[in-house]
């Protein structure tokens, strides 16, 4: 992997004018990937512009960013160049320094903002969840533990027991409950697997009736139903409510996104088929289609369902998304308060990121978005105005 300076500034300007080849782009995200936990200088000899960067930066810019004199009169210039979808990191890049040329600088350290020591406040969710008994008892259950199994007793997905004085024959009603920062699996007592997003809450019985099985929903979760059949081989449907619909299923895999804060749920249909009940409507959902319910109205589009479960696969994907649909996600995730001084901004955020990464990537997209903000790390609130 290169490191000359000069080399990687021409590597920018060949992805500013779109000649850069894969094998080049494939480079320069290495190169950019490999120092984000490193000091960025940035050169300019225009005092306005240096007062301009510096106001950015007290508004939340790069975590690590020093304003310099300039150093070398031939730094290449270039200009700020339109947000590509094909590589995060690299818009990063060109969005973040645009205008402006590039110097590393590892011996001089960077202002201690509120960003920067963000790294290390703000983290990244993982397993985590509460167990929420009908007696009115709570597990919290073990964070080194991804997920649990209900099947006449209650056990964490490798076979280790969760608690030996809960006796499911007394109890018919069960919830799981994510906190924001988390994320958990749960093994059903018909053998129907649920992933559960941050902030989310399933309601579900110890044992399901021979009829039908139901449970009930409030945030988002992703759904392998195992199909079931009574007696007389008859499927035995298996329905999510939610706030504003009621998903039948015989057996299949789907996405349901159902906050109870939103205005709108989606169920997105990946494998099988679908009966949506909503606004006194019966919308049956082939694979790939997406049913978005809000109020009185609901609309049936052709969507990427591997793109809205990529939350389960460990990614933020952001294409499509409203402003504040991808505020509430980043909130969730992170543990944050997001709250708009003023209006919500007119942008969309493009691309996708892991979700194993600290704030300040979250927060460089922000700014590579010129949205204005300020991260408040003891009350945990995210400021966009």
């Known amino acids: 992997m290169h490191n000359d300076l000069r080399y990687i500034e021409d590597l920018i300007v060949k992805f500013q004018t779109g000649i850069i080849s894969p094998q080049e782009l494939a480079e320069l995200t290495k190169w950019y990937n490999s120092h984000l936990d490193e000091e960025v200088t940035i050169v300019t000899d225009e005092p306005l512009q240096k007062e301009q960067i510096r106001e950015r930066m007290l508004n939340g810019l790069l975590a690590k960013i020093r304003i310099a004199q300039p150093v070398d009169k031939n730094n290449v210039y270039w200009m700020q160049p339109k947000f590509w979808a094909a590589s995060v990191a690299v818009l990063l890049i060109l969005s973040s320094l645009a205008w402006f040329g590039i110097n590393r600088n590892k011996q001089v350290k960077s202002p201690n903002f509120a960003v920067q020591s963000s790294s290390d406040a703000i983290l990244p969710g993982g397993p985590r969840a509460v167990l929420l008994l009908e007696d009115g008892r709570k597990l919290m259950l073990d964070t080194a533990q991804d997920g649990i199994v209900v099947d006449g007793a209650i056990h964490y997905a490798d076979g280790r027991s969760l608690a030996s ?67 007389k081989g008859k499927r035995i449907p298996f329905f999510v409510k939610t706030e504003q619909q009621i998903v039948e299923v015989l057996g299949t895999q789907f996405n349901v996104n159902g906050y109870s804060t939103q205005s709108f749920v989606k169920t997105t249909l990946l494998e099988g088929k679908v009966n949506i009940h909503a606004t006194d409507q019966k919308i049956i959902l082939n694979p790939g289609q997406q049913a978005s319910t809000r109020g009185n109205l609901t609309k049936i589009k052709t969507v990427d369902a591997q793109m809205e479960i990529a939350w389960k696969e460990g990614k933020f994907n952001f294409d499509g998304k409203s402003f504040d649909e991808t505020m509430a996600e980043i909130g969730r995730w992170y543990d944050l308060t997001i709250k708009y001084n003023g209006k919500i901004p007119d942008v969309e955020l493009v691309g996708d990121a892991y979700r194993n990464e600290k704030i300040n990537l979250v927060l460089r997209l922000l700014d590579a978005a010129n949205v204005r903000y300020q991260l408040d790390i003891r009350k945990r609130e995210l400021i966009i105005y």
């Open 165 to 231: 004085n809960v006796d499911l024959d007394k109890m018919s009603d069960l919830q799981l409950y994510v906190p924001k920062g988390g994320i958990y699996h749960i093994t059903l007592s018909d053998g129907t697997q649920v992933w559960l997003n941050s902030e989310s809450r399933l309601r579900y019985p110890a044992k399901f009736a021979s009829t039908e099985r139901e449970v009930e929903l409030d945030g988002e979760a992703f759904f392998m139903v195992k199909g079931q059949f009574s007696t």
